[in-house]
Each structure stands twice: as structure tokens, then as C-alpha cells.
């Protein structure tokens, strides 16, 4: 099976507007036909040729049409937060997928998932449990598949290390969750999407937890973005138990800057896997990221500045 120039098609079901769908665009445009399944337009879509099909996936009762002539399945739709309704209207769209597939021998599957979380989220919380319940389907579904589960990631506009950023720039302390001598190792959303380009191209099954070239202790990480910023760093220092009591109250109030499980997770010291062995080039550090994002910050301070004198 294969696209109508030749190529193979792949089915992007999430579409290319979010952080990872953003750099799976280029990474997949040349080489393969891609079919997108999402709700909101994206400009990229529509300069890259890429077929939109504007769709919940959670209502879709009947995927053959949105299979045919599909070498490749990707799913990267999933929300960051919701009620256990929202998440398992999802996620049977997503069983209902998979079930398609496999009738109609699709040849590769993938799935991005998350790592693992400790025991209390995995059971309790819908954004987890419903993921996990979508990649056991896919796991006993009998075809050939990747279930790539990330650590943080981050690349241009996303909402953890940016938006971090910005609030160290804008606010005079920053909260230190627990001791932040837990670890994290952060991985580009470009070499994400490398490793399913591989894996697209691949044929072993099963799943894999990645992470990026370096593991920091979030205290250091912490301190280098201050550092970046050009500021001293300086902490509201909150016990593990006060910081997700404040991530539950920023949650109550309706923001979405943080999530209470976020931070439980971010504690747990779950979130330092390995990096990904097998890129060429290697995994980027997330240091120039960071650098850039800072100067980015500086410069657009110093220019408001300007503007206001
Ligand atoms: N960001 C991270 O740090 C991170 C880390 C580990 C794993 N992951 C996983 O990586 C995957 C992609 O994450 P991301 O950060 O790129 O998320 P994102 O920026 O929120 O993008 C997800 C995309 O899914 C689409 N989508 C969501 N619900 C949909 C629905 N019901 N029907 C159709 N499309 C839907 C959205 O497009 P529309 O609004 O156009 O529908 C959105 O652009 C997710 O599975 C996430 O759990 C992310």
C-alpha cells in the first residue's frame, strides 16, 4: 500500500500543530504522504500538502476510510488534562483504531506515550490510566508496533521548560518543589521525531522509554536557566507536600500553567530515563535551547524597555 506519488502514507492522528506533531512535519514530509487527523487548522498542513481531515478522533465510529492506503499509523492525540469522561471518549476512539488496523493489516503502528508514573497516578488518574489502557490495546493488538514513551520534552513553544522560563524572568522567586535532587532529561521534540522516523521504518515491536543525552538534578537545570537568564537564582522553598498542594491550587483556580500530578510525577524522580541510543547525529542538549529562549526573553525585555523609555 502506498500513497498516490509513490511514497508511503503515513496517518498522523493528533495531526502536526502540537509541540511533537510540529517537528514530525519536516522530519516525515519528504519521504512520506501524510494524512492528518485533527481539529484545528494548521498553516504548515496546508504548505506541506498535507491531507487535513478536521475530526475528533474520539467520535469516529468507523476508520476504514481514514485507513485506506495507510502504511503507517502515528498517534500523538492526547490531552494534558481532563475529567475521566474526556479522556475515555478519547481513548475508545483510539482502541476503536487500533481494532481497524489490525483488520485492515496496516504495517506499523506507533504510539507516543509517557513513562512510567508513580503507582497512585497510574491507578487514579484518568490522563494515565486511559493512556495505558490505549498501549496495552496496541501491545496485544498482534501488529508490528512502537510505543515510544518520552521524558519532558521541549523545542519551540512548549509548556514546560519555556514557560519556566518565563515565569523566572517575570517573577521575583521562583517555587523549588521538595529538594530538587530528583532528575530529569529533557529530550528535544526534533529527536523525537527522528526516533519515529526510525521507528516508522522498523519492524520490532514493543516499548521504549527515552531520554535525553543528559541527566540533570532539577536543582541544576533550575539554576542553569537562572543562570541563562542573566539573574541570581533565588527559591521559594516548598516541601514536597506544600508544592502539590500550590500545583493543585493553580489547577482549582483554572490555569493550566501547572498540574498537580505534574509535579507529584516530577517528585517521584521518574522523569531522568536513559537517553535513546542509535541517532546519528546524536541527541541535542537542551542547553542551547535554553540559551536561546533566555536571550530571546532578554532581548525582548530590553526592547520593551526601550519602548517604554
Ligand atoms: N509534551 C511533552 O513533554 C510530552 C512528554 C511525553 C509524552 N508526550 C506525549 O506526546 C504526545 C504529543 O504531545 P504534545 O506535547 O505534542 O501534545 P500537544 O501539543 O497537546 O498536541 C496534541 C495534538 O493532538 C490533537 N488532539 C488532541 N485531542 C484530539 C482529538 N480528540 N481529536 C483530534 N486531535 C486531537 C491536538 O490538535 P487539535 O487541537 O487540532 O485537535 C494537538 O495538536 C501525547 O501523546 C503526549 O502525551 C508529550
Known sequence: MTGTTGAPRLLVVGGTGGLVGRSVLPEFMSRYEIRSLHRHPVAAEGAARVEWVPVDVGRIQDWRPFLEDVDVVLNLAWYRYGNATRFRHLAEGLERLVEAARVAGTGRFLQ?????????LERTLPYLAYKRR????IAASGLSYRIVRPTMLFGAGDRLLGTMLRLMDRYPVFPMF??????????AASDLARILRLEAAGDGSGTIDVGGPERYRYCDLTDLMFSYLG????????????????????QDLGSSLLYSYEVEWLLSDLLGPPPFEGLDPPMVRV??????EALRRRGGGASAAVRRG
Not at 112 to 120: E, F, K, L
Open 112 to 120: 507516543v506515550s509517557v513513562p512510567p508514573a508513580p503507582d497512585r
Open 134 to 137: 490505549v498501549d496495552r490495546a
Open 178 to 187: 521538595g529538594d530538587g535532587q530528583y532528575h530529569v532529561s529533557p529530550v
Open 231 to 250: 539573574k541570581r537564582p533565588r527559591y521559594w522553598h516548598l516541601s514536597p507536600r506544600s508544592s502539590v498542594a500550590l500545583a493543585q491550587l493553580v
Open 287 to 292: 542547553e542551547p535551547y535554553l540559551q536561546r
